[in-house]
């Protein structure tokens, strides 16, 4: 079994950065496309950007520009630079990968625990 975990999140002002990590632990896995989601109160999770396993990137049209996502295959970790920070980029920050077990021969979903990323003056 594969846990996520993610770090880096906190308090930040407007304009300032952050940069989440999500490190995945366990044996005999592969992983292959990743993904940070976030989660506003009252709204819907989204999607903010993902990575495959050979490093082609996309994201939402709302973080274009400012976050970059990127990926250590021999740390096992996913990284998101988040630069330009607004109030609205205020969620709870989710990674998940697409993690096939090999021993059991079982490709699922995982999700971390999440992250709190709060931009306020």
């Known amino acids: 079994q594969v846990q996520l975990v993610e770090s880096g999140g906190g308090l930040v002002q407007p304009g300032g950065s952050l940069r989440l990590s999500c490190a995945a632990s366990?044996?005999?896995?592969?992983?292959?496309?990743m993904g940070w989601y976030r989660q506003a109160p009252g709204k819907q999770r989204e999607l903010v950007a993902a990575i495959t396993s050979g490093g082609r990137t996309n994201y939402a049209d709302s973080v274009k520009g400012r976050f970059t996502i990127s990926r250590d295959n021999a740390k096992n970790t996913v990284y998101l630079q988040m630069n330009s920070l607004k109030s609205e980029d205020t969620a709870v920050y989710y990674c998940n990968g697409d993690v096939l077990l090999l021993l059991k021969g079982i490709r699922e979903g995982y999700w971390g625990q999440g992250t709190q990323v709060t931009v306020s003056s």
């Open positions: 366990g044996r005999f896995f592969t992983i292959y496309d």
